[in-house]
């Protein structure tokens, strides 16, 4: 009467590699493909050690799909010795079983876990939007970790730019008004799964100026007057004459300035006229 024996095989782990220490057993060791990308599948191949031609069976239990299957190698039955690989394992414990002879009840068998990178985490913490009209100093910041750092990202489909290990606030400068697109991947290449990542940056409408003027009315006077009507820009407009008084101006040409409420400034001039002596 054949007995039904259960090995569970203690791991030593060498880097990936699985190796049963009970010798005259069938494993001898398995070596796991390394994950780079969260929710990557890798392969695992099972290296024996019996010298006999003795066929055998080969099965992985993997903990996905829950609540778990057994996969048969597909070369089942198996010729010892062999190197035997299966493939489309995900991140989780999985259990190699042999069982040697086959139909002998006689089964080696060890446990192994698949590890796999954290998924990238990414958070868009300021935004920066433009602070005068036609200016490009709009900037986008981004804090990266998890996955594998170094990171890098690309704007707008460009080159790939690298920044700093997480967490690391990462300020995109020197943004156009519109719409940007901003993709991050980690040290493996891996992508974000929040790619691609959208923001817009927006600019403030121009200052516009339009002017109202009244001319001395006696020559020599200094009753002209220049009154500016202000628009646009961002906040409170304050308009700016020097040491002239824009309500009590003699014949000639005045310059301004108007500036918004985040110091961008408009220009101009106005003239004023006098009329001849009598």
Do not use: K
């Amino acid at each position: 009467t054949l007995c039904a024996v259960l090995f569970f095989a203690p791991i030593t782990t060498y880097g990936q590699t699985y190796s049963n220490p009970l010798n005259g057993l069938v494993i001898d060791s398995v070596v796991v493909t390394p994950i780079l990308c969260d929710g990557d599948p890798t392969c695992a191949t099972v290296y024996t050690n019996a010298t006999s031609t003795a066929t055998y069976n080969l099965e992985i239990f993997t903990p996905s799909p829950s609540p778990g299957m057994w996969l048969q190698h597909p070369s089942f039955p198996i010729t010892s010795p062999a190197i035997s690989t299966i493939c489309n394992l995900t991140a989780g414990t999985i259990r190699i079983t042999v069982e040697f002879p086959i139909s002998s009840g006689i089964i080696d068998t060890i446990e192994i876990p698949i590890a796999q990178p954290d998924p990238i985490a990414n958070f868009v913490t300021n935004v920066t939007n433009i602070s005068c009209n036609g200016a490009n100093d709009g900037s986008i910041s981004i804090v990266s970790f998890l996955g594998t750092p170094n990171y890098t990202y690309t704007l707008d489909g460009g080159p790939a730019v690298s920044y700093a290990i997480s967490p690391h606030i990462e300020i995109i400068p020197n943004l156009t008004p519109g719409i940007h697109t901003i993709n991050i991947f980690d040290a493996n290449n891996c992508a974000y799964s929040g790619n691609p990542i959208t923001q817009a940056i927006t600019e403030p409408t121009a200052i516009t100026v339009s002017s109202s003027t009244t001319n001395v009315s006696c020559n020599g006077g200094n009753d002209g007057t220049a009154i500016l009507t202000l628009s646009g820009g961002t906040g409170t407009l304050t308009e700016n004459w020097g040491t002239n008084n824009p309500m009590a101006l003699a014949a000639g040409t005045y310059t301004y300035t108007v500036t918004d409420a985040n110091l961008c400034v408009d220009s101009g001039s106005v003239t004023i006229t006098e009329p001849s002596a009598i």
